[in-house]
């Protein structure tokens, strides 16, 4: 069976400070991958997806990056995090465009 | 743009009754729409995904329905539970990668 593990669960960063958050899939071959960032009393915002190695679309201009270096793995980075990053982080997968969805567990990044 | 909108934002309720939840969207043209649970600090767990040329999708207690003419999808549990307490949130698919929108969700206490 598949399934996507993500980390670490929980962030606590300095203004400024690097970030990587990371994302992983087992159990199945050429999954689209997504970040979704979740905030209090807001829908899911799609930060970046990816549909293979290297291809990475960005859905909003801001201060965060992302990369795909394995065909299972998607890394969010962020060279000097801003307080305005703070928020809860999901990284998911599907096999089709419109397929069902799989979210990972989540990572709670707080910026002070 | 699609907007996804669901009434109401929280509901309690004693163990052992039926409910529903409500899902609405602006636009028709949808492919997919899937239901969510999560659980505080936790990632989303897929529940049901309907095909647009489904009309309903049951697993266990829960069934949904999707009616694109009217723009709604409603979820139905059956004899509640308290490990039912979670916030639901509905997905519409509108055909690209970056085409998923989400709902705010709706709170669901069961109470014992």
């Known amino acids: 069976s598949q399934t996507i593990h993500q980390w670490p669960a929980t962030l606590v960063q300095p203004v400024g400070s690097p970030l990587s958050l990371e994302c992983t899939v087992e159990?199945?071959?050429?999954?689209?991958l997504y970040w979704y960032r979740q905030a209090a009393g807001r829908g899911l915002q799609l930060l970046f997806y990816?549909?293979?190695?290297?291809?990475i679309s960005s859905e909003v201009p801001q201060n965060l990056s992302a990369s795909r270096p394995q065909d299972r793995q998607f890394i969010l980075s962020s060279k000097k995090l801003l307080l305005s990053d703070s928020g809860f982080y999901l990284c998911?997968?599907?096999?089709?465009?419109?397929?069902?969805?799989?979210f990972g567990e989540g990572s709670r990044l707080t910026v002070l | 743009k699609q907007e996804v909108t669901q009434i109401p934002a929280a509901l309690s309720v004693p163990e052992g009754e039926n409910l529903v939840l409500n899902c609405s969207f602006t636009?028709?043209?949808?492919?997919?729409l899937q239901w969510f649970r999560q659980d505080p600090g936790k990632g989303l767990t897929s529940l049901l995904l309907?095909?647009?040329?489904?009309r309903e999708q049951t697993s266990g207690r829960l069934n949904a329905s999707l009616d694109k003419s009217s723009g709604r999808s409603t979820l139905y549990i059956a004899a509640s539970q308290p490990g039912d307490s979670a916030t639901y949130l509905c997905?519409?698919?509108?055909?690209?990668?970056?085409?998923?929108?989400f709902g705010i969700g709706t709170k669901l206490q069961v109470i014992p």
């Open positions: 998911a997968w599907n096999l089709r465009r419109v397929g069902e969805l799989f």
């Open positions: 159990g199945t071959s050429n999954p689209n």
């Open positions: 990816s549909v293979g190695i290297g291809q």
């Open positions: 636009d028709s043209a949808i492919y997919n």
């Open positions: 309907i095909q647009s040329s489904q």
């Open positions: 997905a519409v698919f509108s055909g690209g990668y970056q085409k998923v929108t």
